[in-house]
């Protein structure tokens, strides 16, 4: 049940090892979320072994060491590989397909498919499932009624729900007597009612330290729920860019989201207190300059030389338009002289680069979340095989079940691997 990523990929390799096999899609296509993803990119996975994609996932991700054994990253690449889809390692370390085209992906995993002898049936939403009994399973869909032996669902989650992932599968799961829980949105941007935010629409700062961060902005900042390292961006709505998203499921599965805030170093490889000699320096050096271009030269100071070897210079960290605004939030004048500046006026300075607070209202929701978290309690599916251990013969891969990492391809691995171990798992009798 679903043509994703995991089902697609797990349909092929069960008809490969002799199963009659049919696939279930509720859409007019299959692979609707596959060509979305990435910016219809489709990052596959990630440049490391199993144990960099179990260590990204945090504790859930023990689950997925048979399912990594199954189908590493380099065993999924080579699966691209010979279907003659080639790939591309960027320097982040997400994989793409060298085309850049998500459909290419798609088409490779339909290719593998159809030789399987798999059937693919789309615009067949399943409308009730009878059993399991002695014979399996009995599904009803607009068509026809089918009787299963074995059933993997594969539906997803609830992320982008115009892909068709409406959460069908957690109702089916919890009927069976499987504990959800609860869903909520993950990678997913981020709302702010800060209007100096939003004044700063379109602007990518590309080293930021993210922290989420509960209570009001007073005093010293309480442990944080979250961080990340990484590239952030202001928005006509708030925020977004990967630091963001990967600390997001804080903000969806916190009972009042209004009442977080996110606290931003835009500096973050830079010690505060060697950012605070350099800031005096610079206001010595510079008597007559305004405070917008103080920060600026500090920056500046920070870069490393463009060496004759580099094709392009080192990108700025505190652009003019994010300076202003950081003195702004400073409580300072941006027309001030640098030579009017003095030692707590550098330290309000200091802490509007190293700890600047932005309040939350929440998140844009499942409509624009990348992932969900949350979904079918991976205490009742056996890691080993992906089978239910509430229902024998009942199998769940994918996005339905409650795993989410972060941005960078470490999800659809994830998806592709559950899905492979639930075909090779699924009995031949």
Known sequence: MGAGAAGLLAAARAAERG??????????KPGVKILMSGGTRCNLTHATDARGIIEAFGRPG???????????????VEIFHREGLPTKVEPTGKIFPASDRALDVLDALLARLK???AQLACEEPVLEIGGPDSSGFQLLTPRRSIRAAKLLVTTGGRSYPRCGTSGDGYAWAAAWGHAIVPPRPALVPLRT??????????????????RIVPGA?????????AECRGSFLFTHFGLSGPAVLNVSREVSGHP??????????????????????????????????????????????LRPSTSAAETTPQQPRIMRRLAEAMILQAGLDPERRAAEIGKADRRRLLAAIKRLSIPISGSL????????AGGVSLEEVDSRSMQSKRVPRLFFAGEILDLDGPIGG????????????????VPLG
């Open 19 to 28: 199963l009659r096999t049919l696939v279930l899609e509720k859409n007019r």
């Open 62 to 76: 023990r689950f997925l060491h048979s399912a990594l054994a199954r189908l590493s990253p380099r065993d999924l």
């Open 115 to 117: 030789r399987s002898g």
């Open 193 to 210: 009612d800060a209007a100096w935010v939003t004044s700063l629409t379109g602007l990518t700062v590309h080293d930021v330290l993210v």
């Open 217 to 225: 902005d007073e005093g010293d900042s309480p442990r944080a729920l």
């Open 256 to 301: 009042h989201p209004e009442t977080l805030r996110v606290v931003c170093d835009f500096l973050p490889s830079v010690a505060e207190a060697d950012l605070e000699a350099l800031l005096t320096r610079q206001c010595a050096a510079a008597g007559k300059r305004q405070l917008a271009g103080v920060l600026l030269s500090c920056d500046e100071a």
């Open 365 to 372: 929701g499942f409509q624009k979340a990348e992932v969900t």
């Open 410 to 425: 470490y999800n659809f691995q994830a998806a592709f691997s559950t899905g492979y171990l639930a075909a090779e798992s």
